[in-house]
């Protein structure tokens, strides 16, 4: 077979393979080029310039055997480093086949997989380590009943937090392997932010705290309980974050396709270089008052998911010392919204 015949097949079958391939000649020139190839800045007729996918083609030239490298390329085009795996595999007469593959989603699942699970581990030591201490110190108090009494409320204490942590671990697990919800469930707004408050009632009794609502009528397109767990998120928040005695604030503001519900509270507030990073897990503004008040450090990445499950969003605007409003949009029926 001739180069030009072996150079056609080859580049048939890549097509077919329908992935970001390209056929390289001696002289590292992309003689042939799929489709999916020219997102990555590879196109025929022009010479292969990345360094690292030039030493894997060399190499597999040298070594008359298909190779493979991983690790982040730049390829044009693109302004971030592009992590790939790349085969190249010599098909004769000097040709070199080379096929890529984007794995640079996989891999930020992947790293976002490993810090989750070691940001878990730090979380649960603090809590398991205070109830092995506090079991101990039980131990050796057992003649004095005062002592007794309160290691005892300690232990609980935490093996509420325990509890509350491994909770929102797996609520937002859940959150994160589920699907887009089914868009076909009307959920009526007023009663999840009724549900919402009712859920918050003991807290709020306890903080002394009015949660007031204009229950006007609204419906969204989603799931009901996932609107409620992240409603009543925002609303323990704002009052958690607040003074005794203070007032929270829940409405609802019809939008053209959209509905927000808005909770607003005038408690702490958050300064600007935290509000960015607050929707991360485990991120709290302040470490202590949020382990006060029982805090997990989930309940607005467990709110972002259910707004991003729905395609909606959720915002925050606060100042320091004045206060907070979180507001969740979402898609409202009998509109059509679009992917
Ligand atoms: P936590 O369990 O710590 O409350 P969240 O994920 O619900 O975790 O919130 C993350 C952080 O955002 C909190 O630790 C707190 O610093 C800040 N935050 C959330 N809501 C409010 C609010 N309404 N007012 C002030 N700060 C807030």
New binding site residues.
């Given amino acids: 077979m001739d180069q030009q015949a072996r150079l056609d097949v080859a580049a048939e079958v890549l097509h077919a393979l329908g992935r970001p391939a390209v056929i390289l000649d001696s002289i590292n020139v992309m003689v042939r080029a799929t489709d999916e190839a020219v997102p990555f800045g590879l196109m025929q007729d022009r010479p292969l310039i990345e360094l690292e996918l030039l030493n894997l083609v060399d190499w597999a030239r040298k070594a008359g055997k298909t190779e493979t490298f991983e690790g982040a390329v730049n390829l044009g085009g693109r302004a971030a480093k592009t992590w790939v795996l790349a085969t190249a595999a010599p098909i004769g007469q000097g040709l070199i086949a080379l096929s890529i593959e984007d794995r640079t989603e996989a891999r930020r699942l992947d790293e976002t997989r490993r810090d989750f699970v070691a940001n878990i581990s730090h979380e649960l030591k603090t809590p398991i380590g205070a109830i092995s201490l506090l079991a101990e110190t039980l131990q050796g108090a057992t003649d004095d009943t005062d002592a007794v009494t309160k290691f005892a409320g300690s232990l609980q204490r935490e093996a509420t937090r325990l509890s509350q942590i491994v909770q929102?671990i797996i609520e937002l697990s859940r959150l994160q392997s589920a699907s887009i919800v089914d868009h076909n469930d009307e959920v009526d707004i007023s009663d999840v932010i009724q549900e919402s408050i009712e859920r918050t009632r003991v807290l709020a009794e306890v903080k002394r705290t009015r949660v007031f609502a204009n229950l006007e009528p609204g419906c969204a397109l989603g799931n009901r309980e996932q609107l409620i767990t992240a409603v009543t998120?925002?609303i323990?928040?704002?009052i958690?974050?607040?003074d005794a005695n203070s007032q929270v604030g829940v409405a609802v503001v019809h939008r053209s396709d959209f509905i927000d519900i808005v909770?607003t509270?005038s408690?702490?507030?958050?300064a600007l270089e935290?509000q960015a990073r607050?929707?991360e897990?485990?991120?709290?503004?302040?470490?202590s008052?949020?382990?006060d008040?029982?805090?997990?450090?989930?309940?607005?990445?467990?709110?972002k998911h259910i707004a991003q499950n729905h395609r909606g969003d959720i915002a925050?605007f606060?100042k320091p010392g004045l206060?907070?409003t979180?507001t969740l949009t979402l898609p409202e029926c009998g509109r059509s919204h679009s992917e």
């Fill in positions: 929102d998120n925002l323990e928040n704002a958690n974050y607040s909770v509270d408690g702490v507030g958050i935290d607050i929707f897990r485990f991120y709290r503004a302040d470490p008052r949020s382990r008040t029982g805090g997990t450090g989930l309940g607005l990445a467990i709110v925050v606060s206060g907070s979180f």
